[in-house]
């Protein structure tokens, strides 16, 4: 099995554990600024962002699904190996609800409980999806399914497909295209890759609503 994966994509040892550390320590770092600024530009008026950040309204944009599934695709990409993956988009989930809930707890004056606790299993599960995306950019069917499927949930959130075809919001088809740019490989794989990606939109818009 092991033989199997590495033919899809081969880990990398050519990064010293301290260095992998600190990427590991950064992202924390990272994921924790940014749960707390996500909590503050919900409980701040929209006029205390700059006017371009307003119009392309960044604080609900932070609200939904897309860019959560981008940055975990990034993270989980860019690491050395399917296991930093897991690590480091673990990392990543777990510190930016850190930041997000405390922001709420010490600042805010609240804190919800079971809506914290629902996130925190989801962030549980990342460190496993994460693993598998690790080979989306690798070669072969496998890294084309998985990428595939990536860009086409991506796509279900920037378009409507299923009841005339519009865009929900200008940021998601941004970040859809963020993902093609990121997860891009020769011309003909890149083909079945987008092809798959509309299959995988549509069924993803028939089974669940969207949240604009």
């Known amino acids: 099995m092991k033989l199997f994966f590495e033919k899809v994509r081969t880990p990398k040892k050519d990064m010293s554990l301290k260095i992998q550390i600190m990427v590991t320590i950064g992202i924390i770092m990272f994921g924790f600024a940014l749960g707390v600024f996500q909590k503050w530009m919900d409980g701040s008026a929209n006029n205390l962002l700059p006017l371009l950040l307003q119009q392309l309204d960044i604080g609900n944009y932070f609200g939904r699904l ?7 695709t990034v993270i989980s990409v860019y690491s050395k190996s399917p296991l930093r993956a897991s690590i480091n988009t673990f990392s990543f989930f777990i510190s930016m609800l850190m930041g997000y809930y405390l922001y709420c707890n010490y600042v805010l004056g609240f804190l919800p409980k079971t809506y914290m606790m629902i996130w925190v299993v989801i962030a549980f599960a990342t460190f496993f999806i994460a693993y598998i995306c690790w080979y989306a950019k ?8 998985i990428s595939g499927t990536i860009i086409g949930v991506l796509f279900a959130q920037a378009f409507n497909l299923t009841q005339g075809f519009y865009i929900y919001d200008l940021m998601e088809v941004i970040t859809w295209i963020t993902s093609i740019i990121i997860l891009y490989r020769n011309p003909k794989e890149l083909a079945a890759e987008l092809g798959l990606s509309v299959v995988i939109a549509f069924l993803y818009q028939l089974v669940m609503p969207h949240f604009g």
């Open 66 to 72: 897309a860019i959560w599934i981008l940055l975990a």
């Open 138 to 145: 690798g070669k072969g069917i496998i890294a084309i399914i």
